[in-house]
C-alpha cells in the first residue's frame, strides 16, 4: 500500500521562472492539501483539491494554483517564482474532501530559489 | 497566520527522561493533532484527541487536551535518541477541514 509520494525531492529555480511539483496520494484517498513550510516555522495551507476542485485556499496569493486529476494526483505550480517561495511544500491526502480527522503527509518538495 | 504555539520552542534531554511539549490555540477546534518531523522531511502523524476527549495514550505517548485553556500537551516518557525531532501540533476547525499549524518544537534527546 504506497503511501503519498511527492516528485521531484528537489528543486533549484530562478526567480521570476515558474515550477510544478506533483503529488499521489495515498491508495484510496481523493482528497489532497498543499501546504508551504519555510525554514523554522510550521506548516501553512495552500488549498485543497476535491472531486478535481479547489475547495479551500489559504492565504496565498493567485501565483499558486492547482489541479487535481481524476486519478486523484494533484499538481501545485508556482508563477513568477520569488525568493521568498523558498520552502518544503508538503502533500497531505485525505478523504471525503477532508472530512476525514486524519492527513497522511508525503516527503516534501524542497524549492529554492536564487 | 499561524493559530498554535509551542512551548517550548527547543527542549533539550537525556534519554530516559521524560519530555513535555505544550501547545495553545486560539479558536474552537474539532480536534488536535501531534506531528512530528525529522530533519525537514515529512510529517508523521502521531495521535489525534478530539474536542470532547481530555486524554489519549498511544504507546509512550501521553495527550492531554484543556478546551477552557484552548491548550494541549504532549508527553513522551522514557525519551530514546531516536525521538529527537520536531514536533507540531495542528488544529482542526469545527468549520472546515484544512490543519492549522504551530510553529513547532525542536527536541534533542542526548544519548
Known amino acids: 500500500d504506497a503511501g503519498v509520494t511527492q516528485s521531484p525531492t528537489h528543486l533549484i529555480k530562478t526567480r521570476g521562472q515558474q515550477v510544478t511539483l506533483r503529488c499521489s496520494p495515498k491508495?484510496?484517498?481523493?482528497?489532497v492539501s498543499w501546504y508551504q513550510q519555510a525554514l523554522g516555522q510550521g506548516p501553512q495551507f495552500i488549498f485543497q483539491?476535491?472531486?478535481?476542485?479547489?475547495?479551500q485556499r489559504g492565504n496565498f496569493p493567485d501565483r499558486f494554483s492547482g489541479h487535481q486529476f481524476p486519478n486523484y494526483s494533484s499538481e501545485l505550480n508556482v508563477n513568477a517564482l520569488l525568493l521568498g517561495d523558498s520552502a518544503l511544500y508538503l502533500c497531505?491526502?485525505?478523504?471525503?474532501?477532508?472530512?476525514?480527522?486524519?492527513?497522511?503527509f508525503g516527503p516534501g518538495t524542497r524549492l529554492t530559489v536564487t | 497566520s499561524q493559530q498554535g504555539e509551542e512551548d517550548p520552542q527547543a527542549l533539550s534531554i537525556q534519554e530516559g527522561e521524560n519530555a513535555t511539549m505544550n501547545c495553545s490555540y486560539k479558536t474552537s477546534i474539532n480536534n488536535l493533532q501531534w506531528y512530528r518531523q525529522n530533519s525537514g522531511r515529512g510529517l508523521v502523524h502521531l495521535i489525534l484527541?478530539?474536542?470532547?476527549?481530555r486524554e489519549k495514550h498511544s504507546g509512550r505517548l501521553r495527550v492531554t487536551l484543556d478546551t477552557s485553556k484552548k491548550s494541549s500537551s504532549l508527553l513522551i516518557t522514557a525519551s530514546r535518541a531516536a525521538d529527537t525531532a520536531s514536533y507540531f501540533c495542528a488544529t482542526k476547525r469545527t468549520s472546515g477541514s484544512r490543519l492549522t499549524f504551530g510553529e513547532g518544537t525542536q527536541l534533542t534527546v542526548n544519548p
Open positions: 497531505a491526502s485525505s478523504l471525503g474532501g477532508g472530512t476525514g480527522d486524519e492527513q497522511y
Open positions: 483539491y476535491y472531486e478535481e476542485e479547489e475547495r
Open positions: 484527541i478530539r474536542s470532547n476527549e
Open positions: 491508495s484510496g484517498h481523493d482528497t
